[in-house]
T-cell receptor
Framework: DAGVTQSPTHLIKTRGQQVTLRCSPKSGHDTVSWYQQALGQGPQFIFQYYEEEERQRGNFPDRFSGHQFPNYSSELNVNALLLGDSALYLC?????????????FGPGTRLTVL | GNSVTQMEGPVTLSEEAFLTINCTYTATGYPSLFWYVQYPGEGLQLLLKATKADDKGSNKGFEATYRKETTSFHLEKGSVQVSDSAVYFCALSDRGGSYIPTFGRGTSLIVHP
C-alpha cells in the first residue's frame, strides 16, 4: 500500500518565479492538505482540498493556490516567489468519509528560493 | 482557539535513558491527540494517537496518555536508542471540524551512544 508521495524532492527557484508541487494521497484517501514548514518550526496549514474544492484555508496570501484532481491527487502553486517562501512543503492525506481524524504525511518537497 | 505547547529542546540523553517530552494543549470540545516524529530530511510520521480521555496511545516503545484533567499528552519511553534521535511534534485535531491538526513547535531529541 503506497503512502503519500510528493514530487519533486528538491527544487531551487529565484525570486519572482512560479512553482508547482505535486502530491498523490494514500490509497483510499480523498482529502489532501498542504503545509509549510520553516526550519525549526512546526507545520503551518496552507489549505485543504476535498471533492476538488478548497474546503479550508490557513493564513496564507493568494499567491498560494491549489488544485485537486478527480483521482484525488493535488497540486500546490506558488506565484511571485519570495525568499521567505523557502521551506519544506508537506502534503498530508486523510479519509473524510467516516470522519477519520488522522492525517498521513508525505516526505515533503524542499523549496529553496534564491 | 486551539493551541499546543511543547517543552523546548533540544533534549539530550544517553542511550537507555528514560524520556519524557511534555505537551499541553488548549482546545474547545474533546480533541484527538497525536504525536508525530520527523527524522532528519524527512516528512512527519504518525507515532501514536489517543482519541478520548484516559486513552493510552503506544507504538515502538513510546507511550502517551490523554489526561483531560491536566490537558496534557506527555510522550514517554523507558529506554531510548540512538535511532530515536529526531524531532517530535505534539498535535491536536478538533473532531468537530475538518480534522486539521494544530501542531506544537516540535522538540528535538538527541540520543548519544
Amino acid at each position: 500500500d503506497a503512502g503519500v508521495t510528493q514530487s519533486p524532492t528538491h527544487l531551487i527557484k529565484t525570486r519572482g518565479q512560479q512553482v508547482t508541487l505535486r502530491c498523490s494521497p494514500k490509497s483510499g484517501h480523498d482529502t489532501v492538505s498542504w503545509y509549510q514548514q520553516a526550519l525549526g518550526q512546526g507545520p503551518q496549514f496552507i489549505f485543504q482540498y476535498y471533492e476538488e474544492e478548497e474546503r479550508q484555508r490557513g493564513n496564507f496570501p493568494d499567491r498560494f493556490s491549489g488544485h485537486q484532481f478527480p483521482n484525488y491527487s493535488s497540486e500546490l502553486n506558488v506565484n511571485a516567489l519570495l525568499l521567505g517562501d523557502s521551506a519544506l512543503y508537506l502534503c498530508a492525506s486523510q479519509r473524510t468519509s467516516g470522519n477519520t481524524d488522522t492525517q498521513y504525511f508525505g516526505p515533503g518537497t524542499r523549496l529553496t528560493v534564491l | 482557539g486551539n493551541s499546543v505547547t511543547q517543552m523546548e529542546g533540544p533534549v539530550t540523553l544517553s542511550e537507555e535513558a528514560f524520556l519524557t517530552i511534555n505537551c499541553t494543549y488548549t482546545a474547545t470540545g474533546y480533541p484527538s491527540l497525536f504525536w508525530y516524529v520527523q527524522y532528519p530530511g524527512e516528512g512527519l510520521q504518525l507515532l501514536l494517537k489517543a482519541t478520548k480521555a484516559d486513552d493510552k496511545g503506544s507504538n515502538k516503545g513510546f507511550e502517551a496518555t490523554y489526561r483531560k484533567e491536566t490537558t496534557s499528552f506527555h510522550l514517554e519511553k523507558g529506554s531510548v536508542q540512538v535511532s530515536d534521535s529526531a524531532v517530535y511534534f505534539c498535535a491536536l485535531s478538533d473532531r468537530g471540524g475538518s480534522y486539521i491538526p494544530t501542531f506544537g513547535r516540535g522538540t528535538s531529541l538527541i540520543v548519544h551512544p
